[in-house]
């Protein structure tokens, strides 16, 4: 049975000391004895969980004792290992970081107090130690790659969870690569019909342009080395961005010729004069598109991101993107706050530490402050939420599960949501602990309960008036249909039915 272990090891020689080599196959034999009785809901070995995220970390090239504590980040729940084991074996670092991934627990959906209480657990282990983040988003993310084995429902609260709780924190903390590999796993099983559409028109529009790009980036690169710039002209696949594409998407009624980056080109030059040179160069070879060149250099975004950012009319009616960064500037919009716990070989230690990681840590506790003071909490939850849920909202039953509903939905449409039988005999609504109308617009977050009536005859059609979802007009209809057909069998009487 192949645990992944191979291509772990393989990875760590590549990117890693020789002396590291032993240390990994002793942390794989701790993990594999510990987890021995333990299965994935596929049925395979659990160790192949924590080896899939430890490859993760070690393709990222973070620090060694990051990647011991990813493939020992499951030891400490539910199996007999010790910590006082892992700090004997492997030092008090890694056993620090375990215990803050277990600590950290299973962030579970259930309701906003949970909600809260989750995100200040996430930002209390930010502000801590942020290994612990890295490590509990690479254990998502494998997780996520592996949810077709859970129940559909789980399946559903699994991918929420991550896109509402895990990718603005990653996204936060400048963390692109991650965030991006969050959505995108995650979006198809919260939103699979938006995906296949999503991934659809995008595969559509590529299929009717193979090899553009690379005529694009062959021409690029030669006008740069004509203007005797040293730089690295790369692809981006946006093949990868199906998440940020759909946000997009929403914001413009579902019209593609409104996604400026669908072909977008990476040029990563030596030194920031020659970024702004090379933008000189793309500009005198297409125009720019009005309104969308960005300099971020000059300006950062809020979370770090640097790079020049250029859209222009470019060969055979197609915009493309540009995005201009230094190697430095780079590697930090990869791996954002991650950056600095990534390992260096040239110095076989931690890259330097500079100033702006210290606000960022120092704004992260500002954050979870606000949120323990519970007051500027709504706010800050508002702030959080990404673009995607603009026109959903998430309801929730009082047991905590979530209800994804189109904005202005009502009780009604909660109601036929979660069963038929539940709209077909609701008589009352309790939203937020307060008595509402059935057809109150929801808003997210809200706590909905639902007072049935086993006598009720069935729905009434004047709900067709309010309700929002197709299942609940559907529903309605489908009752008043057969409700007509039963008064009229009894106006008859002695009818039989049929011919
Ligand atoms: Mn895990």
Redesign the pocket.
């Known amino acids: 049975m192949d645990t992944g272990f191979g291509k772990l090891l393989e990875t760590v020689q590549k990117n890693y000391r020789d002396e590291d080599l032993a240390v990994l196959r002793r942390a794989y034999a701790f993990a594999e004895h510990a987890h021995a009785d333990q299965k994935r809901m596929s049925g395979e070995p659990y160790i192949i969980?924590p080896v899939a995220?430890a490859l993760i970390l070690a393709r990222m090239k973070l620090t060694f004792q990051i990647v011991i504590a990813g493939l020992l980040?499951?030891v400490l729940e539910d199996t007999p290992a010790k910590p006082e084991d892992i700090k004997t074996q492997f030092g008090d670092d890694v056993l620090e970081m375990v215990e803050g991934v277990t600590k950290l627990g299973n962030v579970k959906y259930r309701g906003v107090e949970r909600y809260a209480e989750n995100l200040r657990k996430m930002f209390i282990a930010v502000a801590k130690d942020l290994p612990v983040i890295i490590i509990k988003f690479a254990?998502r993310i494998h997780n996520l790659s592996t949810l077709q084995h859970l129940p559909p429902v789980k399946r559903r609260r699994v991918a929420l969870e991550s896109l509402e709780i895990y990718a603005p924190i990653a996204n936060r903390l400048g963390m692109n690569n991650m965030r991006v590999e969050l959505e995108d796993l995650a979006f198809k099983y919260a939103f699979p019909e938006e995906y296949t559409r999503v991934s659809g028109m995008i595969g559509q529009k590529y299929a009717s342009r193979e090899g553009y790009l690379d005529k694009v980036a062959e021409k690029v690169k030669a006008k740069l080395a004509e203007a005797d710039i040293k730089s690295i002209v790369s692809m981006q696949a946006r093949t990868k961005h199906y998440f940020s594409i759909y946000r997009k998407l929403l914001r413009y009624e579902w019209d593609i010729n409104h996604i400026w980056d669908l072909f977008a080109l990476r040029i990563v030059a030596e030194n920031i004069p020659d970024c702004y040179a090379a933008l000189g160069v793309i500009h005198s070879s297409w125009k720019p598109v009005k309104g969308r060149v960005k300099d971020y250099i000059a300006q950062p975004k809020p979370n770090g991101y640097r790079s020049l950012h250029t859209t222009v009319f470019c060969d055979d009616g197609e915009f493309v993107e540009f995005q201009i960064r230094t190697q430095e500037m780079h590697e930090e919009a990869q791996y954002g706050l991650a950056a600095h716990w990534r390992y260096d070989e040239n110095k076989g230690k931690l890259k330097h530490t500079p100033e702006h990681e210290i606000n960022w840590i120092k704004e992260l506790a500002g954050i979870q402050k606000e949120i323990e003071g519970n007051k500027e909490f709504l706010e800050t939850l508002e702030h959080l939420k990404i673009d995607a849920f603009h026109n959903r909202i998430f309801v929730y039953t009082p047991k905590g599960d979530v209800i994804d509903l189109p904005e202005d939905a009502t009780p009604i449409d909660f109601a036929y949501a979660i069963h038929s039988a539940i709209g077909n005999t609701a008589v009352a609504a309790i939203v937020n602990s307060k008595h509402s109308a059935l057809d109150t617009p929801l808003k997210s977050g809200d706590i909905v309960t639902i007072v049935t009536d086993k006598n009720r005859k069935g729905p009434s059609s004047d709900w067709l008036k309010f309700v929002k979802t197709r299942m609940a007009r559907s529903h309605i209809k489908e009752h008043s249909h057969s409700g007509l057909a039963n008064f009229l069998a009894k106006m008859v009487p002695g009818k039989k039915r049929g011919k």
């Open positions: 969980h995220t980040h499951d254990d």
